[in-house]
């Protein structure tokens, strides 16, 4: 499918687990980018990436880890999950590396941690 | 630090009025504004985008304004509809990062 992609889009995890997920967008986009949504917060930055093997700490790294070895895929792990992290997570990519474009969103997943 | 902040944080109006959304930043040192839209459960999608240096953007029934000086924008929304109903969310990027505001949670009244 064309566009960006998250997996899964639900997951239930237990404290202390790893856990990984998966953002993938087939437009060659050089940006991209996680966020976490919470209420009361609204969306913030938790890494970004602006090219492969190229990547930079947003608003709220800790306890997260990424990496780019591919232009397509920006996968978020979370080394081991707490509560805290319960939330709604969105993966963005921009076009082309230029400011002036819009960033392109999936569809998010939803993480709860027990 | 760039803040961004949007009120009301929720907007409840009849079906076919114009309204207006509001949105403020704290530094005017920023590369363009957009706005975006979240429905319920769903990611964002981008609205308008408006360059530092416009004035404002227009797709169909929206129109965004942007005064940098002032650090403010506007949605202008007109003869507003049911399916208008979203989330409205106003950010700005001051760099390769976007900061958002919280939203304005809209609810079109039939």
């Known amino acids: 499918d064309a566009g960006i992609t998250q997996s899964p889009r639900y997951k239930i995890t237990e404290t202390g687990r790893q856990v990984t997920l998966m953002c993938h967008q087939t437009w060659s986009h050089s940006y991209m980018f996680w966020y976490r949504q919470d209420l009361g917060h609204g969306l913030r930055l938790i890494y970004y990436s602006a090219a492969a093997d190229i990547t930079d700490k947003g608003e709220v790294p800790d306890g997260y880890v990424v990496s780019r070895s591919k232009t397509e895929n920006f996968p978020l792990t979370l080394e081991s999950a707490t509560r805290s992290q319960t939330s709604v997570y969105f993966c963005?990519?921009?076009?082309?590396?230029?400011?002036?474009?819009?960033?392109?969103f999936g569809p998010g997943t939803r993480l709860l941690v027990l | 630090k760039q803040e961004v902040t949007q009120i009301p944080a929720a907007l409840s109006v009849p079906e076919g009025e114009n309204l207006v959304l509001n949105c403020s930043f704290t530094?005017?040192?920023?590369?363009?504004l957009q706005w975006f839209r979240q429905d319920p459960g769903k990611g964002l999608t981008s609205l308008l985008l408006?360059?530092?240096?416009?004035r404002e953007q227009t797709s169909g029934r929206l129109n965004a304004s942007l005064d940098k000086s002032s650090g403010r924008s506007t949605l202008y929304i007109a003869a507003s509809q049911p399916g208008d109903s979203a989330t409205y969310l106003c950010a700005v990027s001051p760099d390769d990062k976007i900061i958002f505001g919280k939203g304005t949670r809209l609810h079109i009244l039939p």
């Open positions: 408006i360059q530092s240096s416009q």
């Open positions: 530094d005017s040192a920023i590369y363009n």
């Open positions: 963005a990519s921009r076009g082309q590396g230029a400011v002036q474009e819009t960033q392109y």
